[in-house]
């Protein structure tokens, strides 16, 4: 689903969609300037291997997401800390963003539940 940015109002624009066990359920709003918010909900599950066996397993996923999509190049007069997605060519995609967001869970540290309890029982 690609969005065109310049078409985001202050009205939210609502999205939900699908890609494997994962629901990806939000909206766009304008914000300020070139900035547009994506405020969303992940939740379903993801199969990943273990970072302790390697075994693959189903790992939950229920998180809050909300980042500014910049309509080209991010600058900020002040030091404010902001999470910014650069879109250059005037288009959100959100299943790219959905995409990126299973990778970064993905690349976190997790661990199966049975290596979790081994890990428990030597303390």
């Known amino acids: 689903m690609k969005v065109t940015l310049r078409k985001v109002t202050k009205i939210p624009l609502d999205f939900d969609i699908n890609s494997n066990d994962i629901n990806f359920k939000g909206y766009l709003e304008y914000h300020t300037g070139k900035l547009i918010l994506l405020k969303a909900k992940l939740s379903g599950s993801v199969e990943k291997p273990c970072d302790i066996c390697g075994e693959e397993f189903q790992l939950p996923v229920d ?5 500014f999509i910049s309509d080209g190049i991010y600058e900020s007069d002040d030091d404010t800390a902001l999470d910014v997605v ?15 967001e299973i990778e970064l869970i993905k690349s976190d540290y997790h661990a ?4 979790k309890e081994k890990d428990e029982s030597k303390f």
């Open 63 to 67: 998180e809050e997401v909300s980042f």
């Open 86 to 100: 650069e879109s250059f060519n005037g288009n959100a995609d959100i299943e790219e963003l959905l995409s990126s």
């Open 112 to 115: 199966c539940e049975r290596c």
